[in-house]
């Protein structure tokens, strides 16, 4: 199947209200498409070849890499968040493509360390342009990967970029400008950010349990977990209690993800949303939960922040990445010459500290730490 034949198909099976690639604004690049991929695809494609992407294997979610291989890192985290995202556009006629590259893009400007390692770089770079993730994912995908000869970063097309940095969550507020940040984000977009919440709240009492920073017994305590947990063990009563929690936790995702589609059908509805025009002259998100399941959700996310992402055993190790990668952060400002020759070039054009920005956000946990070692440790091998 062409791309031509394969356009034709998201023409007749895409709600109206669904990105269609043919209707792509573009690359800022001259980059001829493909004949046998849509614009969307490629741009997934890309994403999966990219440098930053690889290394999402060894950059901390919220357990360290070293602290076991059971534990989420954010590659899987990516793969968990594209999936939901692909069945929850596949339900509503949304574009799967472009949502999977969305998806897969959205956290590869996340530095080591997870948040405490992005809270480090923020506070180091508040005087010199400031720091924020989805951002750097952006300045990646624009700028700093480089794969090819014609142009800077991987020329993606502008709806993938734009959701990049449309990217809304209840952490994240990032600068639009530049992609008509009047403009509603598209339903695509939408989608990842809430697939985005829904995967990482319920992989991370996966693993929190798993750890044995939380227990069934403290998860018991969050109402959406109770009455799942409940449900599960009504209809099996003799389940072993860690595939029931097991069994809770897949349940939980599939009440989330069923919730957000009726409630966002619900509300394509009674908003009037038919063409990407009224998606763009939207004034409020399209995309949501009922306010029922909300509120649920908010409690559960609000007891993960207070007993998982405050833990003692992550503060500490939080607060030991924020220390050694504040530390390599002065050292290379101070002397430049310590950093790559490519990052030594970027300086002399943007500055030393967005060059060191650059480079330390980059880093996987592993390479981090070795690379402190290097700088700090007077016998280790340069």
């Known amino acids: 199947m062409n791309r031509k034949e394969l356009e034709g198909r998201e023409n007749r099976e895409l709600a109206l209200y669904g990105m269609r690639s043919a209707d792509s604004r573009g690359r800022v690049y001259p980059d001829p498409e493909r004949s046998y991929r849509t614009a969307f695809q490629r741009d997934r494609d890309r994403i999966v070849h990219s440098t930053a992407f690889r290394r999402l294997e060894y950059k901390t979610q919220v357990f360290v890499n070293h602290e076991g291989d059971y534990y989420r890192t954010r590659l899987t985290h990516t793969m968990e968040v594209a999936q939901l995202a692909r069945t929850v556009a596949r339900a509503m006629g949304l574009n799967e493509d472009l949502v999977e590259g969305i998806a897969l893009a959205h956290d590869l400007g996340h530095t080591p360390f997870g948040h405490s390692g992005e809270d480090a770089i923020s506070e180091l770079m508040a005087d010199h342009g400031g ?25 993606l097309t502008y709806e993938l970029r734009e959701s990049l940095v449309k990217h809304q969550t209840r952490y994240d507020h990032p600068d639009a400008s530049g992609y008509h940040p009047d403009e509603g984000p598209l339903l695509e977009s939408q989608v990842v950010d809430f697939c985005d919440s829904i995967a990482y709240h319920n992989h991370d009492i996966d693993d929190g349990v798993k750890s044995g920073m939380l227990t069934v017994d403290d998860m018991l305590q969050v109402t959406l977990f109770r009455e799942t947990w409940e449900a599960v063990n009504r209809r099996h009563p003799d389940c072993d209690k860690k595939v029931a929690f097991l069994s809770t936790v897949r349940k939980l995702i599939g009440i989330t993800v069923t919730d957000l589609i009726n409630a966002s059908e619900a509300a394509i509805e009674s908003l009037g949303i038919e063409t990407i025009h009224d998606v763009r002259n939207c004034k409020e998100p399209i995309i949501r939960m009922s306010s029922e399941l909300s509120e649920k959700k908010d409690e559960l996310g609000d007891f993960l922040f207070d007993n998982l992402y405050r833990h003692y055993r992550v503060a500490k190790m939080a607060e030991k990445a924020k220390r050694f990668l504040s530390e390599m952060w002065h050292e290379y400002v101070r002397y430049p010459g310590s950093l790559p020759p490519r990052f030594q070039e970027s300086a002399e054009e943007e500055g030393i500290q967005r060059a060191v920005c650059d480079y330390i956000a980059g880093m996987t946990d592993r390479y981090a730490q070795e690379e402190y070692q290097r700088l700090f440790h007077p016998f280790e091998r340069i």
Request: hydrophobic residues 35%; glycine residues 8%.
């Open 131 to 155: 720091f924020e993730h989805n951002g750097q994912s952006l300045r990646i995908v624009e700028l700093l990967e480089v794969r090819y000869p014609e142009f800077p970063g991987l020329n």
